[in-house]
């Protein structure tokens, strides 16, 4: 054994043991608000379990040991399966036994009035511990209401969608307590494009599910391979049509589906994201032919909100190890968290990360309140927006966290390295369910539906007098309208209505000094963007105090 050659200090423990709930003040004032009937128990229970070193470690085993394609077995059959990592299988027993997927469509859950919004807590909450096996939870909760429109399927498959239960075997699903569902829409030729694909569907058949089809084509990015079942675009006669396409067939053996290869991603490195060929696939018509596009709209702004509630949990949980390293790391005599300037990015990074949260929170609650009009037109202009705004803010914001831990961020170091993982997650919600020009170009429509720009005037109305800033933007807002009405001022549309709306929550969550902050720095008209330039006489001391994560 060699001779020392120095002592190792001043390296700071990693975040683990704790209670990822009730280390997020923002997150309970903002249920205090938007759920104030809301039973915390579950979500306390979850964040205590999801923050242990113990499921910390199946986080990282997951992604270190990725997904592995076997497309035949050693005698030469073809299978196409996808084998996992145990600690794969045992993230996500957890996250349907925490009801993250389907779960908020089964009757019980739905009556209860919250039941999106906790899901939504949850999902936040899950996804600082392990998001990319969330994608075939997320894809479970956005088709399962889809489903409705075949109503032999649902009637079959619903009751296994919201099951708090997770059977991996790729068996029928007659035979399991628990189903996942994935998603095939996007095709080599046409990406967000859908009209262009070119997979056909050949009419076979009438059967206890329906109008059957017979699937030949191809999908470029088709997520979750090892789904029980999944929703695909393909053109039938009557056009582009939603079918639904098991992988394994009521009477036992496999369908047509070849897995041609698992794609080599950037991050989201636990999920298996495939490409795939049908070769005379068997699928039933779900809704009407020619109906596609609306059906895979309808399920879009699940995904979407998915979209943005994952970023604002990779947010949180890259704050909480910057705010974690930066309070036992020193430097030049001192913590880092009380160097001026650090103060101020730390502080600027938080008041982020709570915006976030409060408007992807927002977002899940108009879908407790489907017979509200005024949260149906939130729905459809906050989805876009949210989808835009955090998703876009999200890489930005992890390499800022990142920049706080210095070179020790940027290691991976056999899959300890949290936060580097965090920042390669990242990008993946700004692409996954259409990009920033699709979110923008969406926002324009939802505007030019009639009751609209009411409801967001609406919605802005009980801020007014925060802060100065916020009134002269309200005051704006009618040319700010206007000015946008081409698509090449969308995305700046986006951003302005993303602002107000977090400012006008902010202001009726948070404290004065987060709230007061908010609006200075994003609406106040010199804004930089760059984190770490709030301006003076900003209380940095209470932001930061209440961002801490507490062990």
Known sequence: MGTATHEVFNQPEPLVDVNLFEANRPLQDALRVLAPELDWTDLRAAGARWGTHEMQQHARLANVHGPQLRTHDRRGHRIDEVEFHP??????????????????????????????????????????????????????????????????VARDWLPKLTARAYDPRLVPWHEKAGVTMGMGMTE???????????????????????????????????????????????????????????????????????????KDKLGNRANASSEVEFDAATAWLVGEEGRGVPQILAMGTLTRLDCALGTAGLMRQALSLALDHC?????????????????NVL???????????????????????????????????????????????????????????????????????????????????????????????????????TDAVAALEAELAPARGVHPAFDRWLGTWPARLDAAATESDARRLAQDVALAVQAAWLARCAPAPVAQAFCASRLGGDWGQTFGTLPAGVDLAAILERAMPRC
């Open 327 to 343: 309070r036992q790391r020193r430097a030049f005599g001192r913590p880092l968290i009380e160097q001026p300037l650090m103060r």
């Open 87 to 152: 600690s794969y299988h045992a993230l996500m027993a957890e996250a349907t036994a925490a009801g993250l997927h389907g779960t908020p469509f089964a009757p019980p859950e739905a009556a209860s009035g919250h039941a999106h919004v906790r899901r939504a807590a949850g999902f936040m909450l899950f996804t600082e511990l392990e998001p990319s096996v969330l994608c075939p939870i997320s894809m479970t909760y956005a088709v399962t209401p889809a489903l409705r429109a075949n109503a032999a």
């Open 347 to 449: 502080a600027d990074l938080a008041l982020e990360s709570e915006a976030a949260t409060l408007l992807a929170l927002r977002l899940a609650r108009t879908y407790d309140r489907p017979d509200d009009a005024h949260e149906r037109a939130m729905q459809r202009l906050l989805t876009p927006v949210a989808k835009f705004w955090i998703c876009k803010r999200g890489a930005a914001f992890a390499q800022e966290a990142m920049e706080c831990l210095g070179g020790n961020g940027y290691v991976e170091e056999g899959g300890e390295g949290v936060m580097a993982r965090l920042y390669r997650e990242m990008p993946v919600n700004s692409i996954w369910e259409g990009s920033g020009n699709i979110m923008a170009l969406d926002l324009l429509r939802a505007l030019r539906q």
């Open 188 to 262: 080599k030729q046409g990406g967000s494009d859908v009209r262009a694909n070119t997979t056909r569907a050949r009419p076979d058949g009438h059967d206890a599910w329906g109008a059957r089809y017979a699937v030949t084509g191809h999908k470029w990015f088709f997520s979750a391979p090892m789904s029980d079942a999944f929703l695909i675009l393909a053109q039938a006669p009557g056009g582009l049509s939603c079918l639904f396409l098991p992988r394994v067939l009521p009477d036992g053996t496999r369908n047509a589906i070849r897995i041609q290869r698992l």
